[in-house]
T-cell receptor
Framework: AQKITQTQPGMFVQEKEAVTLDCTYD???????LFWYKQPSSGEMIFLIY??????QNATEGRYSLNFQKARKSANLVISASQLGDSAMYFC??????????????FGGGTRLMVKP | DTGVSQDPRHKITKRGQNVTFRCDPI?????LYWYRQTLGQGPEFLTY????????KSRLLSDRFSAERPKGSFSTLEIQRTEQGDSAMYLC????????????FGEGSRLTVL
């Protein structure tokens, strides 16, 4: 079974609007971390936001927020006020176990976001 | 620049040749990772070092692949007898052992095997 599923291969959003990128995960480990990365056409993976499985509040970083629904095993990324520079591939990833046991991440297949002017 | 650096950025080789990629992590990070990314896919884990010890290897890492981190600083990934299926982006990342564990990635080394 896929550990990380991103069901939206491509998304369009109008500049200045908000957009939600979906991510569901599968793990039986009670301790895990969820990450979102942005990959522009240059190829570098840029860390955006992190949510720990025991965190009580949804993570936020500037225009990025993570809608964490633990019971549904979903960790959707919300980008507010989209900008043209947000056009990129977005990857959801999971680390199973505690961070001090190794930080190997499993990535989803990605969603390509295109921001329209 | 104090980020993760990878060299070379692009490599074109003929099938059967050996290639080596180098990764210099962020200096304070003791963990180093190699990932492979094929076109249109997410990165796939290959191997992981803590200091100079190679602690995890994926089944994707066939016996033609070898990775080293001899002094716990930079790392090399060598592919022997390259095959066309090895064509991919090879990504290196580093991290602290504490905290959330986010990985900091380099810009990758793109391999094309003809």
């Amino acid at each position: 079974a896929q550990k990380i599923t991103q069901t939206q291969p491509g998304m369009f959003v109008q500049e200045k609007e908000a957009v939600t990128l979906d991510c569901t995960y599968d793990t039986s480990d009670p301790s895990y971390g969820l990450f979102w990365y942005k990959q522009p056409s240059s190829g570098e993976m840029i860390f955006l936001i992190y949510q720990g499985s025991y965190d009580q509040q949804n993570a936020t970083e500037g225009r990025y927020s993570l809608n964490f629904q633990k019971a549904r095993k979903s960790a959707n990324l919300v980008i507010s006020a989209s900008q043209l520079g947000d056009s990129a591939m977005y990857f959801c990833a999971m680390r199973e176990g505690r961070g001090n046991a190794g930080n190997m991440l499993t990535f989803g297949g990605g969603t390509r976001l295109m921001v329209k002017p | 620049d104090t980020g993760v650096s990878q060299d070379p950025r692009h490599k074109i080789t003929k099938r059967g040749q050996n290639v080596t990629f180098r990764c210099d992590p962020i200096s304070e990070h003791n963990r180093l990772y190699w990932y492979r990314q094929t076109l249109g896919q997410g990165p796939e884990f290959l191997t992981y070092f803590q200091n100079e010890a190679q602690l995890e290897k994926s089944r994707l890492l066939s016996d033609r692949f070898s990775a080293e981190r001899p002094k716990g600083s930079f790392s090399t990934l060598e592919i022997q007898r390259t095959e066309q299926g090895d064509s991919a982006m090879y990504l290196c990342a580093s991290s602290f052992w504490q905290g959330g564990g986010e990985l900091f990635f380099g810009e990758g080394s793109r391999l094309t095997v003809l």
